[in-house]
């Protein structure tokens, strides 16, 4: 298609005063550009293309006085992926040993002192929890690898070593009778089946109410040929009482010398659910919690002591801490928080008040007969009406 000269020209006019008001406010605003050629030795094509690429660095480039804000997400829950050193290192294996060498001296007659074996077990078990959470989600499926499992989910149970063996040495057990732990809520078997690897003397009881988890749990349990693990589903509060016939269930009541729990629920709440799994005498909660707690949780905290801090690395890797209640303060915050009493077990009838009125739906209102089902009661004009107000009155126009 040819064009005629007249409209050519006035096309090529329009364009150099648009480009010529471009550069005007181009300088207004303070941002230069470098251009390959000048607007009159272009043809339109190429200033249309320039057109466009200045408005690309338009939206690029800010002016010098513009300080863009730091939009750099900031996580303090978790663990800075450049700090953390590969698990199978020799170093890995090194700050595990530092771990054991904050025991008491007297704990080597609780736990396996093969540092060697120890950490070629938790590599094991790394490696399974990676395998089962492709097909189930036992832990966050955001950014897992085997150095984040080890580093945000197994290095922090074992950070509870120091604070267990405490817990152990100062406890009194029967004649013929082993320690015993329960891990509630433990979802992939954290922090229990870490610890169950490092304390084979003692038996550990994981408890989960889904029972998929648990199977997980089993075959992890199996393959790193532990024996001093069994898993219980169902509900927590249920598990010490049988509620078929009303009584305890001494198996679980007040039979577990620890009971450990990480980040499950509210810490009112969770008292109120292990309270009854607790030795009265010597019983003692180890929580892993992040964030602030309660006042009522916080007044009675007898340990408070920070995941860094047990792991001998740098403070502000992890906002997470351990926390020790005594069985007495695990009573009293889930009494006068009022949990305790929220508890409803599978079987229990609860009572509820019915509001009574004049005329029942049950019975006839004039003997007390319960009506047969499907029985409507019979009209009776001697009983005044319940309309939801008394000084009810009809209109009629």
Not at 37 to 59: D, W
Not at 306 to 332: C, M, Y
Not at 362 to 368: F, V
Request: aromatic residues 6%; contains cysteine; hydrophobic residues 35%.
């Amino acid at each position: 298609m040819r064009v005629s000269t007249p409209i050519m020209m006035a096309f090529l006019s329009h364009l150099r005063s648009a480009n010529a008001f471009l550069q005007t406010s181009l300088r207004a605003s303070s941002t230069t550009f470098a251009f390959a050629a000048a607007p009159s030795q272009l043809a339109p094509l190429q200033i249309s293309n320039h057109a466009v690429q200045s408005k690309r660095h338009n939206s690029l480039h800010k002016p010098q006085s513009y300080n863009p804000p730091n939009t750099q997400l900031q996580f303090s829950s978790s663990i800075d992926t450049s700090t953390e050193i590969d698990p199978y290192s020799e170093q890995a294996k090194q700050n595990l040993s530092a771990i054991y060498s904050n025991l008491d001296p007297a704990a080597s007659s609780l736990i396996n002192t093969d540092v060697d074996k120890a950490h070629k077990s938790l590599l094991k078990l790394t490696e399974q929890v990676l395998a089962w959470n492709q097909r189930l989600n036992l832990v966050s499926r955001k950014d897992c690898t085997a150095s984040v499992i080890y580093h945000r989910h197994v290095l922090p149970s074992v950070a509870l070593l120091p604070l267990l063996c405490n817990q152990l040495l100062n406890t009194t057990l029967d004649d013929n009778k082993s320690l015993n732990i329960v891990d509630v809520g433990t979802g992939g078997g954290f922090p229990g089946l870490p610890l169950a690897v490092l304390l084979p003397q003692f038996q550990f009881t994981l408890v989960d109410s889904i029972q998929k988890k648990l199977v997980a749990v089993s075959e992890m349990a199996s393959e790193l040929d532990i024996t001093n693990v069994r898993v219980h589903c169902g509900r927590v509060e249920e598990m010490m009482y049988n509620t078929d016939v009303g009584k305890v269930n001494r198996e679980h009541y007040n039979n577990y010398e620890i009971v450990l729990g990480r980040s499950v629920t509210a810490l009112p709440r969770f008292c109120a659910w292990v309270s009854d799994l607790l030795k009265q005498k010597d019983g003692r909660l180890i929580y892993i919690i992040g964030g602030e707690v309660e006042d009522i949780v916080e007044e009675r905290i007898e340990s408070d002591t920070n995941i860094d801090t047990l792991l001998n690395r740098q403070e502000g890797t992890s906002d997470k801490r351990a926390l020790i209640f005594t069985a007495w303060n695990v009573e009293e915050i889930a009494e006068q928080s009022g949990e305790k009493y929220n508890i409803v077990r599978s079987g229990e009838k609860t009572k509820k008040q019915h509001k009574k009125s004049n005329s029942s739906s049950s019975n006839d209102g004039k003997t007390g007969k319960k009506l047969a089902k499907g029985e409507w009661n019979k009209k009776r004009n001697d009983v005044k009406k319940d309309r939801g107000y008394d000084d009810f009155k009809r209109y009629e126009f």
